[in-house]
């Protein structure tokens, strides 16, 4: 069981704040902004309510506001303030705070209300490519680093996955306008990042296809099911995890064996495995693609 994180290192306020440790180290002294505790051996450690008032300082900072005034703000009305400014404004790089912000807090209200003013100035679209993909890379690496717990970060790719869906939602009840092609979107058995997936089978039907979208940790086999039914299929899969490195290759073997007896089998893939497939040896009906807008340029 994931315990959620409670008392965090200054290097982990750093990665994410953005500011500086010697910046916190002088509004501390200066200011009394944070109370730190301190380890036997008089290490410094934060509490996750530091934290929370950190990121607001921080976002307050990043709109403005003098560090000598904020630290004049009472504890318990710097929320009030901060929700103010993200009412008000949607600017990318304090969306991404507030985002951080609400994934801290594990607030959804915060998160929502931060998506509706983005959307107010963007679409959907621009706000993932934009704002939700830098978002997770940045959640990826404080995840890597243990600035983070797993449950923060299920808790924001949960959140994000249902904007994906319901936009997906949208589209869906319209019928496909080109026939060309079939696609279908899975996952291979163990992989379960699903977000990339999502948001390719939103990009697939927006351009009109029909995208039959099968989710994480599909045995191969079950992928024969499809191909009785439809022709010109092509495969769509993100390889982050797995399959693994020395197993990657030998996937796509069996999956040539498979789909050998269909006609004009397709086979597109993305995701940092793809590093490890041999060039030599890769089927000619798998084609890999560095990014998803890589991807969507070729639909």
Known sequence: MNNVKKQFSIRDLENLSGIKAHTIRIWEKRYNLLSPERTDTNIRTYSLSSLQKLLNVTLLYNNGHKISKIAKISDKDIPYVV???????????????????????????????????????????????????????????????????PAHEHFMS????????????????LEPTRKDKVFVAFLPENEIHDIGLLYINYEIILKGYKCIYLGPTIPMENLEDVLKYFDDIYFVSYFTVFPEKDKINKYLEDFSKLVAKYNNPNFWILGRQTNFIEEATKPKFCRTFTSIDNLVNNL
């Open 158 to 173: 949960s959140l994000i996955k249902q904007k994906i869906l319901l936009n997906t939602e949208k589209l869906q009840h």
């Open 83 to 149: 929700r103010e400014i993200v009412a008000k404004h949607s600017h990318k790089s304090q969306a991404i705070n507030a985002f951080k912000l609400a994934m801290v807090n594990f607030d959804q209200t915060m998160f929502f209300n931060t998506y509706n003013a983005l959307l107010s100035e963007n679409s959907f679209r621009e706000i993932f490519k934009e704002t939700f993909v830098p978002l997770l890379n940045e959640l990826g690496l404080l995840w890597q680093t243990d600035t983070i717990s």
